[in-house]
């Protein structure tokens, strides 16, 4: 009796868990159309419509140099939000399986950081990549004019984020030239951050060669939605099944 009782308890936690996020994707979505049609740019598709058609991504070679799109010559074309495929099964807490041990996280300094020298060159091409979802993701929060909105936190070591906004909430930045990927990687500090109790988002962009029609991913609480697999850093699957806020772009409609 007891067992049913506390199964029953862990079942009706979970139930509450899950509400809890879907109310806070549902809240994003409402925060992003809010500021996209303040904007003047509604987007052309919603939750409520068929998603607009997305050109894939070409699956471009290596090369140097590498052309990004262009933040300011996109608009977003779509919204929709996705409901998690099935239910959470846990996921992991600061304390639960697979956790990271708890450290010290740097808090996010006001100042811009000076990169630090690395004894490896970063891959080529990194930082811009990553520059340019920031200012997808500025363009997503309709922030493009208010640079100190969306801090950079990426050369700050031990914050265990890529950027944080003036809500205290953190983003981690997973970028991809082509098409989008079902799994990510995550450092200790990334996994602490993102378990420390602090609104964090997971953002997953991808589709950043030119001529291509980017795709920004919210995804939020990602290790209790997403699937770990042990691979020393911790490795997140199943971003296209979770519970997230999917935001399309394409090219700005000639005057």
Known sequence: MRL????????QDQAATDAKRAQRLAALETEVKTVQNKA???PTASASLPPATVRPAPAVPFLEP???VDPAALRITGIRRTAQAQPSAGGVSGAGRGAPARGRLAPPAHAPAVPAPRPVPPAPNTDRQERVA????RKVQGTEQEPEWLRDLRHQHGVGADAVDKLDRFYELKTTYGPEQDTVTLTAKECERAASGAEFFLVVVSGLAADSDPVLRLVPDP?????ICPNGSVMLTGIK???????EFGAREQP
């Open 4 to 11: 049913e009782l506390a199964e029953e308890r862990v079942a």
């Open 40 to 42: 003047g740019s509604r």
């Open 66 to 68: 590498r052309k990004f």
């Open 134 to 137: 920031l200012d997808l993701l």
């Open 223 to 227: 290790l209790h939605q997403l699937g």
């Open 241 to 247: 099944q979770s519970g997230s806020l999917i935001v």
